[in-house]
């Protein structure tokens, strides 16, 4: 228990209730507050993800990912993108290869906005499409804003299994962008 | 003392915890994606029905090619790899050529292999048999078929015996391919 002694409760109160006692006078007075809301955009993914053969021999490797993200765009003119990007090729090498077109995805299941369509072709060079977004969309609250908070997108990852990879295990990094406009 | 003191090491746990969850969003984020690549071995007979003809002067032996495609990978450093037959149904009906139990010593279903790199086939004529599977082709260590797979064929070998009764006759081959 922690002890407070009687004069310390009593100089406690009159310091807190002086300023009304002491007032004589009432007045008002204003201040504008205002916030510049910016469209921004913010995901997470898991730190790792594997993709995996079923048994069946030479089939291809598959594994899923499901990304996260909330958004905010710009009313009537704005939009957003989530795209992703190989930034790391499978290593070490005499595995498979992004680069040789390897690897591909497909997008579904987006709880705000629009995921891909099709399968695509993950690139090493360049960033590809796993979702967009059009103008005055935000992620949480209700109302006009989703539901969902965070908004999550599945993506589905498919390694053909080439009998030429040597065997062992390969990672790749894999890193997904987020832009609002 | 000691359970305020808990109490304000647990705020100041969740105060601390909360923005490093919330800071796992970001514009970017990165994941490790991984794959297990192990050995794996598969192959498809590409001729259905091996017909086995004579040809030539007569009782020449009945020949015939059976064709197939294999696709292979064994593991690097020390794994190995084998293509296996196996007659496992005896030619049928009764009265004619048989693996098992020829009706004259000597008369046998043999073959010679031809097998594409990496592979290596069997070595001279093999004699077939409906209790042993019997060898097609050998693979070494990090061995690795096209994409596409790769060709292989045994080409058989049927004694004429006259013995034989008149009539069609058939039986099972089962290929095996396997890898370490």
Redesign the interface.
């Known amino acids: ?2 002890a407070i002694s009687t004069r310390a409760w009593l100089f406690t109160i009159v310091s807190c209730c002086a300023p009304f006692c002491l007032s004589a006078a009432t007045g008002t007075a204003t201040q504008t507050l205002s916030a510049q809301i910016n469209a921004i ?12 053969n079923s048994g069946t ?2 089939v291809a ?1 598959t ?1 899923n ?1 499901s ?4 958004i905010r765009s710009t009313a009537t003119t704005g939009s957003g993108t989530l795209s992703v990007k190989a ?1 790391n090729d ?1 290593t070490p090498a005499g ?2 290869s992004i680069a040789g077109g390897m ?1 591909t995805y497909t997008c579904s299941a987006a709880t705000l906005g629009t995921a891909c369509s099709g399968s695509r072709t993950l690139s090493t060079t360049s960033q590809t499409s796993v979702l967009t977004v059009g103008a005055g969309v935000c992620t949480g609250g209700g109302g006009s804003c989703s539901t969902n908070d ?1 908004n999550t997108v599945q993506t589905s ?1 498919t ?21 609002a406009l | ?1 000691k359970r ?1 003191h808990r109490i304000l090491l647990l705020l100041a746990a969740v105060l601390v915890a909360c923005p490093a969850m919330y800071g ?19 192959l498809q007979v590409t001729t259905g029905t091996t017909t086995l003809a004579a040809a030539g002067t007569i009782f020449n032996p009945y020949t015939g090619t059976t064709n197939i495609v294999y ?6 450093s020390t ?1 190995t790899g084998t293509i296996t037959l196996k007659v496992t149904s005896d030619f049928s009906p009764a009265g004619g050529p048989s693996v098992a139990t020829p009706p004259t010593a000597g008369d046998a279903l043999t073959y010679q292999c031809t097998v594409a790199a990496p592979g290596t086939g069997c070595s001279g004529s093999i004699t077939s048999s409906t209790t042993a599977a019997t060898s097609v082709a050998t693979f070494g260590a ?1 061995a ?4 596409a797979g790769n060709a292989a064929s045994t080409a058989w070998t049927l004694t004429n015996d006259p013995v034989y009764q008149t009539g069609a006759y058939s039986g099972v081959v089962t290929y095996t391919i396997s890898a370490t």
């Not at chain 1, 993914?45 to 995996?52: I, R």
């Not at chain 1, 299994?161 to 062992?168: I, L, S």
């Not at chain 2, 696709?71 to 690097?76: E, F, G, V, Y």
């Open positions: 228990m922690i955009g913010k995901l997470s993914v898991p730190s790792t993800v594997s993709v995996v021999t030479f490797y594994g990912l990304v996260s993200y909330r930034t499978f595995g498979p690897l965070p990852f390694l053909a299994d080439n009998p030429a990879y040597g065997t062992g295990t390969y990672s790749a990094v894999l890193t997904f962008t987020i832009s | 003392m305020y796992q969003f970001a514009a970017t984020g990165t994941t490790t994606l991984s794959v297990t690549v192990g050995a794996e071995a598969a696709k292979i990978r064994t593991t690097k794994g990090g690795s078929s096209a994409n």
